[in-house]
């Protein structure tokens, strides 16, 4: 199994909304694809992070069976909506994939 971790900083306001606006707003929006993308297997979103070695303003956390179930989530449509609207509105991004 494939854990897929995402962290992002916000911009102070971008798409004309606040940060902690625009964070509800990634959160709903990603986890709005459970259930629509095969190899997503679960995730989770959070808006309230805490006890970080670096200040992150929004988490994901996502499950996935093999590296090629990331890889056609990564590059699927819906989810390709999403980054859109993310890219727009974060500042900084950091990640981790691992096995277990």
């Not at 449509?77 to 990640?95: G, T, W, Y």
Request: charge should be negative.
């Amino acid at each position: 199994m494939i854990k897929h971790i995402v962290m992002w900083n916000l911009k102070e306001e971008a798409a004309g909304a606040t940060a902690a606006e625009n964070g509800v707003k990634v959160k709903e929006m990603i986890e709005a694809l459970n259930g629509k993308i095969a190899e997503l297997k679960h995730v989770e979103v959070s808006v309230d992070v805490f006890e970080a070695t670096q200040k992150w303003d929004l988490v994901l956390y996502s499950e996935f069976d093999s590296k090629e179930d990331l890889q056609a989530y990564a590059v699927h449509p819906l989810h390709q909506e999403c980054v859109a609207f993310i890219k727009e509105v974060v500042s900084s991004r950091d990640a981790i994939d691992y096995v277990i």
